[in-house]
């Protein structure tokens, strides 16, 4: 159980357009996901949390209007990179986590490459 | 903000040798949970600890949850080429009305045949 899935698993878009990344938990309803962001050989820092039908809140340095997050149901959350550019190359990562217990559990991750 | 310290940073092993690492935080958590992370995936639950001096184990892998709740250790026992991978730790408290993880950088595991 408590599986997290993710896609695209990669993606190449030129610098400008915008990218949308789905998350998805498989077998249980998500109360709250998350999003990560890693870059090589670093830990994964957090940078927002959404909750069903309520606006995400991102944490301190990340731009709202730049990682458009929508929680739509309580298995599907997206995270949509508006104008693309090369520094928002990274592995992003989702979680999401069941009503008990209250442990993230990740999806396989999101390569996105902006060229 | 709140830091996790993990160390070591990398260890280099022989195959059946046993592996020890560890977190510490100045912050008080409520869960303490140890992830294992293969390249170009998602970090693996591995073991979750609730309980201040908790002691839980997994197979080959044990953890303890501090005492004082700032601290946990990650021992792996007669470690096995599959074991290669980064470890985290993740420290998980109420902010802003969510529980959000804070991670550790990671302890990059090499074990050689």
């Known amino acids: ?115 | 903000g709140q830091q996790l310290n993990q160390s070591p940073q990398s260890m280099f092993i022989q195959e059946g040798e046993d592996v020890s690492m560890n977190c510490t935080s100045s912050s008080i958590f409520n869960t303490w949970l140890w992830y294992k992370q293969d390249p170009g995936e998602g970090p693996v639950l591995l073991i979750a600890l609730y309980k201040a001096g908790e002691l839980t184990s997994n197979g080959r892998l044990t953890a303890q949850f501090g005492i004082t709740r700032k601290d946990s250790f990650l021992n792996i026992s007669a470690s096995i080429p599959s074991d290669v991978g980064i470890y985290f730790c993740a420290g998980q408290t109420l902010q802003g009305g969510s529980e959000k993880l804070v991670f550790g950088k990671g302890t990059k595991l090499t074990v050689n045949p």
């Open chain 1, 1 to 115: 159980g408590a599986v997290v899935s993710q896609h695209p698993s990669w993606v190449i878009c030129k610098s400008g357009t915008s990218v949308k990344i789905e998350c998805r938990s498989l077998d249980f309803q998500a109360t709250t996901m998350f999003w990560y962001r890693q870059f090589p050989k670093q830990s994964l820092m957090l940078m927002a949390t959404s909750n069903e039908g309520s606006k995400a809140t991102y944490e301190q340095g990340v731009e709202k209007d730049k990682f458009l997050i929508n929680h739509a149901s309580l298995t599907l959350s997206t995270l949509t990179v508006t104008s693309a550019h090369p520094e928002d190359s990274s592995f992003y990562i989702c979680s999401a986590t069941p009503p008990a217990p209250y442990e993230q559990y990740f999806g396989p991750g999101t390569r996105l490459t902006v060229t």
